[in-house]
């Protein structure tokens, strides 16, 4: 085989002889820039360097440290192997069909890749693949042609790239565990274990961004408040990697906080956007922190440039809560405010991040459009509605961003599960005759609820001691409201000041001032709040005895 008449065609030796042609200029034809004339001798003495057309080709491919094959046919049939390729695959006998001579190329990929070279006539390339002689190779299939046979045969040159690969591997490696170490931070500071009101059924799910994407600072919360009432947080820290789930620990550490104040939705974001601009100016935040309260009925919430609650009642019908929205925390300067949506017996609410309906191709509202649709079929425990959302939006194991879903449900109860759930409240007018009444009221609705006689007793001292503090303390219009669910008992005394009581140690010799300390030791928990309308609520709660 002529290797001499091969070696013109391969890529670049045409062009490169005739760049040489080009760069020849004859003696006759030389300007005023000519070579001086001491240089011009020192070249006639100079021994011409031959032209790489006439090179021997085989001696040039034996000593290229590259490994070097030619095959020829449409079965591959070896033709030449460089002494490099001996080297790291042993010798290969000439005029064998590749498949079986050459089962390195076999175990590679790379015969297809010889066929398609055949039929188009084009150059391909195979990066950085592992051969069996444990060396990474990227390998360059070139097709070799003859009096314009297209059939020929392919020249396979490989570079050894073993030292590229290795660092590459290093490298993805050290991205991985730096990846482990923020996706384990991430799922350490998010909840464990969602707290499970009497009221609502929840469940939500995290799933990271892909191996290719940065974990992120999605997180998301459910704190009960006490009387029955219930905050649900979900919120994205802008940003990637460890300093972003670190600043989202942060947060919601402060929510958590901030939620054990009682304060309405809104003055909780005031609170997080000082807090978020100290933590780090250059990280900003989005949240939506709601609040449920059973006896409303509705869920009242504030957002700092999240996305919108979307709630699905009783019928199907969705709707979303778009206002009010403040921007993002850390920005400063602005007045959140509360807005509410209804959230009735047999709804179900949906907090989410943008990872759900975010997609490059797409605007944002049309992800959020599809959401609801998908969220109008939904139905199911929580935990089925979250699981058929996030499959709906087409979360994979390698999506390119997180994702954080928060699904709530408000049971419509009936039947025998209905009467463990009961409402019962008085109007308070005030006067002397106000006390012995809610004292009265208290145990008839007590007694109908069949209470044991120890915890009845109980729920009517201490409606008792909230009611006489309301007199003393507060003003009209004062109500006593008592609540029973399947797991405690609740007692609530509002009236329309909003100064808040506080528990104190009274000496021996005051009249007043042990009864909110009655009512800390009986109870199974207490607190205050106050009222969005003005005035406050001081409540109590027993836990019930099982069975």
Not at 111 to 129: H, I
Not at 229 to 242: E, F, H, P
Not at 470 to 494: F, K, N
Not at 498 to 511: Q, S, T
Request: aromatic content about 4%; charged content about 25%; some cysteine.
């Amino acid at each position: 085989m002529n290797f001499t008449r091969w070696s013109a065609r391969l890529p670049g030796t045409q062009r490169r002889a005739a760049a040489r042609t080009d760069s020849a200029v004859s003696p006759d034809r030389r300007g005023d820039g000519s070579v001086p004339a001491a240089r011009a001798e020192r070249s006639a003495d100079a021994v011409p360097a031959p032209a790489v057309d006439v090179l021997p080709a085989r001696d040039v491919l034996d000593r290229v440290p590259a490994l070097v094959a030619l095959v020829h046919g449409p079965d591959h049939r070896i033709g030449y192997v460089n002494d490099a390729y001996t080297a790291a695959f042993g010798t290969r006998p000439t005029g064998a069909p590749a498949r079986d001579a050459l089962p390195e190329l076999a175990e590679l990929g790379l015969l297809p890749l010889l066929d398609q070279v055949l039929r188009s006539g084009r150059p391909r390339t195979l990066k950085s693949r592992k051969a069996v002689d444990g060396r990474s190779y990227t390998f360059t299939c070139t097709p070799v042609t003859e009096d314009g046979d297209r059939d020929a045969g392919v020249l396979v040159f490989a570079t050894d790239v073993t030292d590229h690969a290795e660092a590459a591997e290093r490298l993805r490696a050290s991205e991985r565990r730096q990846r482990e170490t923020a996706v384990t931070l991430q799922r350490s500071l998010l909840p464990q274990e969602l707290e499970q009101p009497d009221d609502l059924r929840i469940a939500a799910t995290y799933q990271p961004g892909g191996t290719e994407a940065a974990v992120g600072g999605d997180w998301y919360d459910v704190i009960t408040l006490g009387g029955g009432r219930t905050a649900l947080v979900i919120g994205d820290v802008m940003g990637r990697g460890v300093r972003a789930a670190a600043v989202m620990g942060q947060l919601r550490t402060a929510v958590r906080a901030y939620a054990r104040l009682d304060l309405p939705p809104h003055e909780v974001l005031q609170l997080l956007d000082g807090l978020a601009a100290e933590i780090d100016a250059n990280q900003i935040a989005t949240c939506v922190y709601a609040i449920h309260d059973p006896n409303e009925g509705r869920l009242v919430y504030a957002s700092a440039g999240h996305l919108p609650i979307l709630v699905r009642d009783e019928s199907g019908l969705v709707s979303r809560a778009d206002e009010p929205t403040g921007p993002p925390l850390g920005t400063g300067g602005w007045m959140h405010s509360s807005g509410c949506i209804a959230l009735g017996p047999g709804a179900t609410a949906v907090l989410y991040t943008d990872g759900l309906v975010e997609r490059r191709d797409a605007d944002l509202d049309e992800g959020i459009a599809a959401l609801e649709g998908a969220l109008a079929g939904a139905t199911g425990t929580p935990q089925v509605v979250c699981d058929r959302l996030v499959r709906s939006a087409g979360v994979t194991a390698d999506h390119d961003d997180d994702v954080a879903v928060l699904v709530l449900q408000h049971p419509a109860r009936t039947g025998p599960d209905g009467d463990l759930f009961r409402n019962a409240a008085l109007e308070l007018l005030g006067g002397v005759e106000a006390a012995p009444r809610a004292r009265a009221f208290a145990s008839g609705v007590l007694t109908s609820w069949r209470f044991p006689a120890e915890l009845h007793d109980l729920g009517v001292l201490a409606a008792s001691e909230l009611v006489a503090n309301s007199l003393q303390h507060g003003t009209p219009p004062m109500r006593l409201r008592l609540r029973r669910t399947d797991r405690r008992l609740i007692i609530e005394v509002t009236d329309g000041d909003d100064h808040l009581p506080r528990r104190r140690r009274a000496e021996p010799g005051d009249e007043s001032g042990r009864g909110i300390a009655i009512v800390a030791t009986i109870a199974s928990n207490w607190g205050c709040r106050r009222t969005p309308g003005g005035g406050k609520a001081v409540w109590c709660e027993f836990v019930l005895p099982k069975g």
